[in-house]
């Protein structure tokens, strides 16, 4: 679900906003936590970037992380055939893609944990691509990033999509502070406040979470119709937010679209910017 009401209205602080300027590193792992509606689709943008990013010289490994299997009700939605289901998501992906574009993939066919991270060389740069649908799986990933849990603030980045029924956000950042003063913008940017900083709702579980609700199943689906096209639209914000990141040119840490209306909009770099998505962060009700 979007995390934030979408506005529609114009920003025109793309002309002052300052990039996001990473370390230089060898090598680079690109996490793609959930391989479901979002994840699927994804994961051939990424195959992409790491074919690019091997021209570089660069180290490049994909990650894929979700414990479910393909289901036939996922054919429609998610980037899956028939011939695929009852596989593991992770492990079927990985299989066809490595196969595809002879790009190093690992697939996890587990719940995303923390401790995950830790395996990794201290020089190596972790973009963690979140695609799950639940408050519970984005804690998990929120754990990962936050320290003292992980090595450095700023290593790993998180970059977080989701969805409603016509409407989509992707939202990144590597911090877990609300202070405003963390977040130097005088010519460059090192740190961008994380999706849950952005959007604390994020990890308040919704009723059908927390099986609540009182909907059947095929309520439950019914009332969560989606789009065919809001998935695909959601993976390639996504994996335009990853070439940018890793290109010292990303300049925005926030982007809603509407696809009834066509309308696209971004927070940028801003210190305006930063000050109103952070004083959301400290006056939400959920963080009391």
């Known amino acids: ?13 793309a002309v002052n906003a300052k990039p996001v300027v990473l370390a230089p590193t060898q ?19 990424l195959c992409r970037v790491a074919l690019a990013l091997t021209a570089q010289g660069r180290t490049t490994k994909l990650v ?7 289901e036939a009700k996922n054919v429609t939605r998610q980037c899956f055939c028939e011939a695929e289901v009852g596989l593991n998501k992770a492990q079927t992906l990985a299989l066809r ?11 996890l066919a587990q719940p995303f944990k923390p401790s995950m991270l830790l395996d990794s060389p201290y020089e190596t740069r972790q973009v963690l691509c979140g695609c799950v649908d639940n408050a519970a799986a984005r804690q998990t990933i929120a754990e990962a990033i ?22 989509g956000q992707v939202l990144v950042g590597n911090s877990s502070s609300v202070k405003l003063e963390d977040y130097s913008m005088d010519t460059f940017c090192e740190n ?15 009723p059908e979470e927390q099986g609540l609700s009182g909907q059947s199943c095929a309520e439950l689906a019914l009332a969560n119709a989606q789009s065919l096209m809001v998935n695909p639209q959601v993976a390639t914000l996504m994996g335009r937010y990853v070439v940018d990141l890793l290109n010292n040119r990303l300049t925005q840490f926030a982007t809603h679209f509407d ?30």
């Open 146 to 167: 936050t320290p003292p849990r992980y090595r450095s603030l700023g290593s790993a980045w998180w970059i977080d999509g989701g969805n409603s029924q016509h409407h």
């Open 97 to 107: 893609y490595s196969a595809a574009f002879g790009v190093t993939i690992e697939a």
């Open 1 to 13: 679900m979007p995390t934030t009401p979408l506005n529609l209205l114009p920003n025109f602080d």
């Open 64 to 70: 894929l992380v979700d414990p479910d299997h393909v």
């Open 27 to 45: 090598t680079i792992e690109l996490w793609i936590i959930g391989c479901g509606g979002t994840g699927s689709f994804l994961v051939q943008l």
């Open 192 to 206: 961008l406040p994380m999706p849950t900083v952005q959007a604390p709702e994020m990890l308040t579980a919704r």
């Open 259 to 288: 696809q009834q209306t066509g309308t696209m909009v971004s927070h940028y770099n801003t210190d305006a910017s930063l000050a109103a998505v952070l004083a959301h962060a400290v006056n939400r009700p959920e963080r009391a």
